[in-house]
């Protein structure tokens, strides 16, 4: 499978804890994005990586959050003291951006939170 | 700042055609997608439109006017697979002067047989 996957697919854990999720992209795609969705929403922007390099940092994400690609590759993202409200879907998308501009972002299945 | 306002749920007939519309203020603009998400599963994209115009892709098409800031997703010979939640999606810049992705609340279709 070439697609891109997450690991863990599920997470239970007390409230207090730290957490950490993986993602590893489309071998070929440059940009790497972390979205957070609760039910009947949309996914929300959380940070994007062009390479190793963070370009963008929601307001959403408080300083508990911290996300790294080392290398370029996959990526991490960890949530430290880990509250009820972080509870959610946690998703991954990579792309490559084509000179026309067009941007076609592919996701992976997520990671779901639960904090209890 | 940036807003996508999209209807919260729409329901149709097999076999019917049924019009998903998106409104978005952005203070720039880089285009309008649309993402498809079943329940459980995750968005898959479905279509991207960066000038006027209809964009057509087998049983799904996709319009845009950027002066009206308005868009739709049109789906055709509905199928009981095409029950789903849809979810429109612009590019707005971000606080570090990179354009970021920002999704409507996304819209349930249910078709019913």
């Known amino acids: 499978d070439t697609g891109v996957s997450q690991d863990p697919r599920h997470k239970i854990t007390k409230r207090g804890q730290n957490v950490t999720f993986r993602c590893d992209p489309i071998?070929?795609?440059?940009?790497l994005y972390w979205y957070r969705q609760t039910l009947g929403q949309g996914p929300e922007f959380l940070t994007y990586?062009?390479?190793?390099?963070?370009?963008?940092k929601s307001r959403l994400l408080s300083d508990r959050f911290s996300a790294e690609r080392p290398k370029g590759s996959f990526s991490t993202l960890e949530i430290q003291r880990t509250e009820q409200g972080d509870s959610a879907m946690y998703l991954c998308?990579?792309?490559?951006?084509?000179?026309?501009?067009?941007?076609?972002?592919?996701f992976g299945p997520g990671t779901r939170l639960l904090v209890l | 700042g940036q807003s996508l306002e999209q209807p919260s749920e729409v329901t149709a007939v097999e076999g019917a055609i049924v019009q998903i519309n998106c409104t978005y203020q952005t203070s720039g603009f880089y285009g309008l997608s649309w993402y498809q998400q079943h329940d459980g599963g995750a968005p898959t994209f479905l279509s991207y439109n960066a000038l006027d115009g209809l964009e057509e892709t087998g049983r799904f098409s996709s319009f845009l006017s950027r002066s009206d800031s308005y868009g739709y997703l049109l789906l055709q010979e509905l199928q009981m697979k095409d029950s789903a939640s849809y979810f429109c999606?612009?590019?707005?810049?971000?606080?570090?002067?990179?354009?970021?992705?920002?999704f409507g609340r996304g819209t349930s279709l249910i078709v019913h047989p």
């Open positions: 990586f062009q390479n190793e390099a963070q370009l963008e």
């Open positions: 071998s070929e795609h440059n940009r």
């Open positions: 998308a990579s792309s490559f951006r084509a000179g026309t501009g067009q941007e076609t972002q592919y």
């Open positions: 999606a612009v590019r707005d810049r971000g606080e570090g002067g990179s354009y970021i992705p920002t």
